[in-house]
């Protein structure tokens, strides 16, 4: 499967070729392709496409419709590049090594490659007709126990595994702490200026000390008990089916997956994705959850009190996007003035959706933080 430059190399023959390649058409061929942006302003790593297939005395049951990921067409800041270039393998080989095994429902992979942050694909079972959410939006009670269940479950599987070792491609605590570090460090005057005197002044010593120590989130987390961790786990990033079926909850976007505490999935879930007022009545009951769901899949010798300690970590962690998505956005770099009318236009909603989308992250992030008591943790 030959890695591609942007969504313009997905032809009938590319498509032909990495469809045979995965065993997804044993016989006939592509003749026609229709491709289609989706989930514009939701990211600025990949761009996704729908890709739609006209196919030619084909064989087997080949896919009727694929999401595919691409490089995108927004220019990276020089110092975000490395970690760009780290996520987007990660979720390549999660796709490759881990999806088999995962416990919980998520697309399946008809074909993925990775040479560099700019030449890549990643061809996905597309879901399209199932329920989204928007990272606005609070999580439905009734869906988040399902949803924390699902996290624990997976979190279960893999916790202390060794499988984790043996897959080179699973970032460790060490090396998500030495690329991550200074990208949260490089975004703190920001985030301080602009975001913490609009929402809760009081944070500022909580936050000056979380980015001084910030490696500290992934030794002490993962000394209590170490899993393959999602790392974005928001709402966004699910789609919901129907109840009881095996697409009840599906788990979308990888590119984040390490090794380290699972709390830090939890925090972030919980922390952005409710309203302040929502996540403060149902908090307790989800982290009691995910506790309790650990313990029936097998994981022992993992206190309550350390669950509490590690999920206050996981509220402050849950910063990540947000600290480093403000200076991002400001750094980013618009298309060519040469390039077509449907990327820019594509930049300028990805740029409005984002300052909306960090805003509101940071300040659901900082509000679950304070509420938690989160920086004694941290002795502040």
């Known amino acids: 499967m030959e890695p591609l430059a942007n969504k313009d190399g997905i032809t009938a023959e590319w498509l032909t070729d990495a469809l045979r390649e995965g065993g ?9 392709v229709e491709v289609e942006d989706i989930g514009v302003g939701r990211g600025y790593i990949s761009q996704a496409v729908r890709v739609t297939p006209t196919y030619e005395d084909a064989d087997g049951n080949p896919p009727a419709s694929i999401v595919a990921k691409t490089p995108t067409f927004v220019t990276l800041p020089e110092y975000l590049r490395p970690w760009a270039a780290g996520i987007i393998e990660t979720e390549v080989h ?5 999806r088999a095994e995962c416990p919980a429902r998520v697309p399946v992979c008809y074909g993925g490659t990775f040479e560099d942050r700019t030449s890549y694909a990643l061809l996905m079972e597309d879901l399209g007709g199932l329920g989204t959410l928007s990272q606005t939006d ?4 009734d869906q988040a126990p399902l949803v924390v269940k699902t ?3 997976v979190h279960a599987h893999w916790w202390e595994s060794k499988r984790l070792q043996e897959w080179a491609w699973v970032p460790t605590t060490e090396q998500q702490s030495e690329i991550s570090t200074p990208l949260v460090q490089g975004g703190w005057d920001l985030f301080a200026e602009r975001i913490v005197p609009r929402v809760d002044p009081s944070f500022l010593p909580i936050g000056e000390r979380l980015v001084r120590d910030w490696a500290t989130l992934f030794e002490r987390g993962a000394a209590s008990g170490a899993t393959l961790i999602h790392g974005d786990f928001r709402i966004e990033n699910f789609l919901f089916g129907e109840r009881g079926t095996p697409d009840e909850i599906v788990i979308l976007d990888w590119q984040l997956a390490g090794y380290g505490s699972g709390l830090r999935d939890l925090g972030y879930f919980i922390g952005q994705g409710f309203e302040p ?10 982290v009691e959850l995910y506790h309790a769901t650990l313990l029936e899949h097998g994981v022992t010798g993992y206190s309550f009190e350390q669950c509490l300690d590690d ?3 996981g509220l402050l962690a849950s910063m990540f996007i947000p600290l480093i998505g403000i200076r ?12 077509s009318e449907e990327d820019h236009e594509s930049f300028r909603q990805l740029v409005e959706a984002a300052e909306g989308l960090l805003a509101l992250m940071a300040e659901r992030s900082i509000t679950a933080a304070m509420d938690a008591n989160a920086g004694e943790v941290l002795g502040v």
């Not at 991002?328 to 390039?339: C, F, I, K, Q, T």
């Open 277 to 286: 007022a929502k996540r403060k009545a149902i908090s307790d009951e989800l």
């Open 151 to 153: 996290l624990a479950q």
């Open 94 to 98: 999660w796709y490759r090594d881990a």
């Open 24 to 32: 997804h058409l044993p016989g006939g061929r592509v003749s026609e």
């Open 311 to 313: 999920y206050r970590l």
């Open 138 to 141: 609070s999580c439905p009670p």
């Open 328 to 339: 991002g956005l400001e750094a980013l770099e618009p298309p060519p003035a040469d390039a």
